[in-house]
């Protein structure tokens, strides 16, 4: 079975721009998670998508959204970007919502904001 | 809030050797504790879960143990190995039902 994939891998933008970035889950997984890296703050939960509908979102800032489509595949949106935003933005699939399910990670994509 | 707190020192330890690292948590006791690697440049890999009633669990070279009273949970690599060398992270659920993850633990192993 084919992992979780994150494209882009890497990403430059600069601030005020807006950036969109596409997950897609290991197959017949429907839960999607979020989460931002940095070495400052770690790993920090950014919102879960399950069968399209968003369940649970972490404490950032609405300029931080996301969707789910039909087939789990999930986007995460980040508007009017700021220099704090540069990150490692990881997702993670399981096959329902529990969190005792394993996660399964993908890569990430580095963005950098200039 | 729930917190989990690791050592944020890298921890050098000889091949051969146990490493042992250490995830504390800070108010409620979880329902259970799970344990990452974390390799650079790429996402956690899940390695093992161990729940609130369970003092210990094992998988090959692997042992994580779950501490109640101390609010801790140890994790051991026995054996080690400088392929074991990346960074340990644990997570919890605390509400939301979303993973809440420490900071992570480094470890390097020597040849």
């Known amino acids: 079975k084919a992992g979780v994939t994150q494209t882009p891998r890497y990403l430059i933008k600069t601030r005020g721009q807006q950036v969109t970035l596409s997950c897609s889950p290991i197959?017949?997984?429907?839960?999607v998670s979020w989460y931002q890296q940095t070495p400052g703050q770690g790993l920090q939960f950014l919102f879960e998508y399950f069968s399209e509908t968003q369940r649970n979102k972490g404490n950032f800032p609405g300029r931080f959204s996301g969707r789910q489509f039909s087939n789990s595949r999930s986007e995460m949106n980040v508007s009017t970007l700021e220099l704090g935003d540069s990150a490692l933005y990881l997702c993670a699939s399981s096959l329902s919502r529990g969190t005792q399910e394993t996660q399964y990670f993908g890569p990430g994509t580095r963005l950098l904001v200039l | 809030s729930q917190k989990i707190e690791q050592n944020s020192e890298a921890l050098n330890i000889q091949e051969g050797k146990t490493a042992t690292l250490t995830c504390n948590y800070t108010?409620?006791?979880?329902?259970?504790l799970q344990w990452y690697r974390q390799d650079p440049g790429r996402g956690p890999v899940f390695l093992l879960l161990i729940r609130e009633n369970e003092k210990e669990k094992r998988k090959e070279r692997l042992k994580v143990t779950f501490d109640t009273t101390l609010k801790q949970s140890l994790f051991h690599i026995t054996a080690s190995q400088p392929a074991d060398s990346a960074t340990y992270l644990c997570a919890c659920e605390t509400g939301r039902r979303a993973l809440t993850f420490g900071s992570g633990t480094r470890l390097q192993v020597q040849p």
């Open positions: 108010n409620y006791s979880p329902a259970y």
């Open positions: 197959s017949g997984h429907r839960s």
